[in-house]
């Protein structure tokens, strides 16, 4: 008998969990990148303005993020892939690395908020309307990196092919993440339900491309 879909994402998520603590010198470097990046940059700068934070926060969060979530397909070996084939649903495996992925990008994503407000301190009061629109970045993300890892993952050149892949993608998100951010910090909240609107939306458009085109790329 079957185990049904959200039962098998549960375990495969367990899985995503066990082999990340396994292996858990990844995160654990990905995360003394992240409070390096955080450190020098305090160093560097000196009271920074709002502007420059904002700036550098985003491009420390993007990186940082990136590192961690990038390789979430490209690290299955093809045997244990071909073993899922055939005893699972395959919108089991991508739901469990799209919420692991997910929810390590969040962590990574507050975490340097909080890194980065102590060092560097914050320039807006309302850290509960930016740190929305930081989740809210963090899931598309997640999402994003892992359909593109899927994608990567059959191919040869797989992480020469990622950023080639990623980066023109997440440029919307980029673009409305900052700005929204920008508006925040300056203390101007009359977009911030529009930006946290459009963000949600790039969120689900990737989720539903990304169930889509799971099948076809499982069955090849």
């Known amino acids: 008998m079957q185990i049904g879909l959200i039962r098998q994402s549960k375990i495969l998520f367990l899985k995503e969990i066990k082999t990340e603590w396994r292996n858990r010198y990844a995160i654990n470097g990905i995360l003394v990148q992240l409070v390096s990046a955080v450190f020098i940059a305090s160093l560097i700068f000196k009271g920074i303005k709002p502007m420059t934070w904002n700036g550098l926060f985003w491009v420390i969060l993007l990186f940082s993020s990136v590192n961690a979530i990038a390789r979430s397909f490209i690290q299955e070996r093809e045997g244990r892939l071909l073993y899922y084939h055939s005893i699972v649903n395959p919108l089991a495996v991508l739901i469990s690395k799209m919420v692991f992925n997910t929810l390590l990008s969040v962590v990574i994503a ?12 914050s320039p807006t009061w309302d850290m509960l309307r930016y740190g929305t629109l930081i ?3 963090s899931i598309g993300l997640g999402f994003l990196f ?4 899927a994608i990567a993952s059959k191919t040869k050149s797989g992480g020469i092919l990622m950023p080639l892949l990623s980066f023109p993608l997440i440029i919307p998100m980029i673009v409305v993440g900052v700005a929204g951010g920008v508006m925040i910090v300056l203390g101007d909240f009359t977009t911030f339900w529009q930006n946290a609107g459009i963000m ?5 458009m990737i989720a539903i491309l990304a169930i889509v085109m799971f099948r076809f790329l499982w069955q090849n």
């Open 146 to 149: 892992t359909t593109v890892s």
């Open 110 to 121: 507050l975490l340097g908020l909080t890194i980065f407000s102590i060092l560097l301190g």
């Open 200 to 204: 949600l939306l790039i969120d689900a």
């Open 135 to 137: 989740v809210l970045f």
